[in-house]
């Protein structure tokens, strides 16, 4: 059974640090880039950041960039999210996700996602 699992969320003071991991099972991760979004109360769903299959491509959103770091290690088919230097504004429902293809791209078409885990950056 194809599934995803995110974890690692959890309750950071401002400032703080987070690494998020999205495991597969059912599947090897290595022929698809995967992506990381999040979904904070009242907004809508933005990606956050994408990796290729090869690891040859990593792209940032800009309210991330020099912040977050994102990984893959093949043989765990696992995908990270290192986040430091957290704020507010970084609270969210983060979840990883699946291209169905080797590199990332603006289509969500095909993309399979898994059920989140919540990110709380607070005081």
């Known amino acids: 059974q194809l599934q995803l699992v995110e974890s690692g969320g959890g309750l950071v003071q401002p400032g703080g640090s987070l690494r998020l991991s999205c495991a597969a099972s059912?599947?090897?991760?290595?022929?698809?880039?995967i992506g990381w979004f999040r979904q904070a109360p009242g907004k809508e769903r933005e990606g956050v950041s994408c990796?290729?299959?090869?690891?040859?491509?990593?792209t940032y959103a800009d309210s991330v960039k020099g912040r977050f770091t994102i990984s893959r290690d093949n043989a765990k088919n696992t995908v990270y999210l290192q986040m430091n230097s957290l704020k507010p504004e970084d609270t969210a429902v983060y979840y990883c996700?699946?291209?169905?293809?080797?590199?990332?791209?603006?289509?969500?078409?095909?993309?399979?996602w898994g059920k989140g885990t919540l990110v709380t950056v607070s005081s």
């Open positions: 059912g599947f090897t991760l290595d022929a698809y880039a």
């Open positions: 996700a699946r291209y169905p293809r080797y590199y990332c791209s603006d289509g969500l078409g095909g993309v399979y």
């Open positions: 990796i290729s299959s090869s690891d040859s491509s990593r």
